[in-house]
């Protein structure tokens, strides 16, 4: 199996983050290697030159290090509008994901695509593969619960109580 890993370039060489040795090596055995932009900021809250700063300089810093094009961004937290995906497109990146559940499918914007996040044991990724409702239903329900906090309470209060209920600090602050 191959996956595709979005890289915060801040974030590189930290204390249990990846190395530039490591990326390389996942890149040379097949990996395809993204930008999740430099310093993991909420892109559809910033200003079109800040967007245009975190995800130009994350493409170059990357491609300059492993010795392949860039070609797919992920939103950090799945932040985006219109104008970020201008950018993006501006800025030489042929995809984007959002952290919106679903398997992509290549009827509608080829741009946009959704994904699925690893972030639990294999049993349940197995199961989301294998199409089990259980599983897929309860993911989309996190999913439409999430977009609706998002859309009433707003993005920036979406993103501090989900950083305050998993105890998590911004990236800025690790």
């Known amino acids: 199996m191959k996956a595709t890993f979005y890289i915060t370039t801040d974030l590189i060489n930290l204390p ?8 390389r090596e996942m890149s040379k055995e097949g ?7 430099c310093a993991h900021k909420l892109l559809g809250l910033e200003s079109e030159s800040r967007v245009r700063e975190e995800l130009e300089q994350s493409k170059i810093i990357i491609e300059s290090n492993i010795g392949q094009e860039i070609k797919s961004v992920s939103y950090p937290n799945g932040s985006f509008n ?14 984007a994901c ?24 294999f049993e349940v990724f197995s199961k989301i593969l ?18 609706s906090i998002k859309t009433v309470a707003g993005e920036r209060v ?15 602050e690790q």
């Open 16 to 23: 249990r983050m990846l190395t530039w040795e490591q990326i």
């Open 31 to 37: 990996m395809e290697i993204g930008s999740h932009s």
């Open 82 to 95: 219109a104008r970020v995906n201008k950018i993006a497109l501006e800025c030489g990146y042929s995809t």
């Open 98 to 121: 959002i952290s919106n559940f679903s398997f992509w499918n290549n009827n509608g914007n080829g741009f946009v695509i959704p994904r699925i996040i690893v972030d639990e044991n």
């Open 130 to 147: 294998n199409h089990d409702p259980t599983v897929l239903l309860k993911k989309r329900a996190i999913d439409i619960i999430k977009t």
């Open 158 to 172: 979406y993103y501090n109580f989900y950083m305050k209920l998993f105890n998590l600090k911004e990236m800025s």
